[in-house]
């Protein structure tokens, strides 16, 4: 059965990223990359990620697997303008997806077919649309939202999620660009409950696998009195 | 060896209660206790808990003994002034700890000795000073930071803490009091960096429990290529 999942690396306090600037010449210059370079280190010095990438070497160890696993898993994907744009000319001709990506834009354009099984259709009509384009042609497998974090967080908000996997990497990293941010829109009273599915316990970082359950109710208890349930 | 730990329940995006409100009749009936009680509640149903509060029934699962061996492993406590004033009445005369207690205040005040092993010393010379008379009353166990959230950040960012396990509730909740915030006063370029010791996946709730590694420059790589390193 076709589900639509995600992916994020973390910092204990919740970052994907550094904060973003716009003072810096570079984006490598700037305390964005900082961040974001500490909390995908994991990735990078795997095995499959590199070789999705093209580049030699990297550990086969329990983070490898969980990546190669993770590509394994996705027949389709959706991903937000800027990150398909960012990364048109460093993924090159033979980018690591292996599957068709349906990129969510306003700007109309003809879709772009590569080496490997990775084409990118820019989808105009929305994200729900690119989702159900991203459903039909998934062969099966799941729908994985790419990114970046706020595509993903406004999936989040529109309820689409399915399952959403985090690499909480053990930094602290105090200030940055973060993933479940009060833009979820929730009401004071409301979470959006989730349910532990997999744990995997890497020295490096920890991959906890979530099912969505979506949003209910936050309700007050009895803190393990024997009495009659509070009313909220 | 005497260590300095502490222990947090916190939602998946990082807060330990909803968010403060000035604006209701009581704490109940806020947002920030309907929080706290969400992501306390896998505490509030451990037999542990329960028994350590004088409630009866409870669960005696992992999460019961994970509690268990927390306040086993705390020889003297060290709490902020805000969360022992409001457990004051609560924990009555037979508090949970049973074992010293030495609150950071600003105000002066009398020992005040309770059954089973609990007093509080209040102590006006501040944080550090309170951990050292926490140790040398621990009897070889550690010094647990009791809470509150304030104070608890203070000791990550005066670097006092040794190890820090958090109990991750797979909720999201959005909005909050924050432990892990901008607050650490962490520089741009700079992480806290820790390592997972152990991590416990119970149905409804994640404990991991973090070695404090200490502040650390945050770096760049070559992302995987085979070239000499990028600087900085």
Known sequence: MTIVTAQ??????????????TD?????EGPEAAGFFRVTRWAIAAEA?????????GEENTNSQVIAETYQAAGAY????????????????DPPFRAPVFVVTSRPRETLARNGGTSFTYV??????????ARAAANGRNVAIAGGGTLLRQVIK?????ELELHIVPVILGDGMRLLSSELGLGSREGIEL????????????HIRYQVSGRHPLVLDNRGRDEEPATT
Chains 1, 2 share one sequence.
């Open 8 to 21: 994020m690396s973390v910092s204990l306090d919740g970052f994907y990223a550094g904060p973003k600037h």
């Open 124 to 133: 105009t009509t929305g994200i729900e649309s690119a989702i159900e384009q």
């Open 24 to 28: 810096m010449p570079t984006w490598l």
């Open 195 to 206: 349910t532990p599915a997999r744990v995997i316990a890497a020295p490096d970082v920890t």
């Open 158 to 162: 529109l309820g689409l999620l399915d």
């Open 78 to 93: 959706v991903m937000g303008r800027r990150m398909a744009d960012g990364g048109e000319i460093p993924w090159g001709d």
């Open 49 to 57: 990620w590199r070789q999705r990438l093209g580049f030699t070497g």
